[in-house]
């Protein structure tokens, strides 16, 4: 299993143009049985935040995903508007409920 | 829907019996319809990092399922466990694949 917690900053007042891309490129993970989940949600006190919970079937299946030259032109519309990188929190799951225990 | 992202950090070396016992109390949700999801993961570039991520059906859901009295002394077990208080970001979901959306 392989669980990724990404934190986006976008600039100010483009939040939701950022939103929209995640959420369009993402429709190519719907079809993709390795994607368990690809959550797309703004942070509530913070106006510029986006956190993309990323849960899949294993770190090759994800990387072969993102290698998929159709998101190609979303990362490049994407990165300007952004703040910086976005930051990546690598978690290895211990159980709970949903889609990755 | 309401999704949580909660950081914990454990007092060095008690990472384990933190985890522990938060897997053994989210027992009680999983019978629990109004929990979609209850993630407990380890960071992996951390020593520390505890991640629970909560997707529930409502806050309110949430909130009384919290005010089980079963939970309280696994919150006064592991309270002194963690180094200050655990980091909730809250975040809405605005769509992509997985249990909140």
Request: proline share 8%; hydrophobic share 40%.
């Amino acid at each position: 299993m392989h669980v990724l917690l990404n934190r986006l900053t976008a600039k100010p007042g483009q939040r939701a143009l950022v939103v929209d891309n995640l959420l369009e490129s993402g429709t190519l993970f719907d079809g993709n049985p390795a994607c368990l989940m690809y959550l797309v949600a703004e942070a509530s006190e913070d106006a510029d935040d986006i956190w993309v919970i990323d849960v899949w079937t294993s770190e090759e299946e994800h990387a072969e995903a993102l290698r998929d030259p159709v998101l190609q032109p979303y990362i490049s519309r994407t990165t300007p508007l952004l703040e910086g990188m976005p930051e990546q929190t690598h978690v290895e799951p211990r159980g709970g409920k949903g889609p990755a225990t």
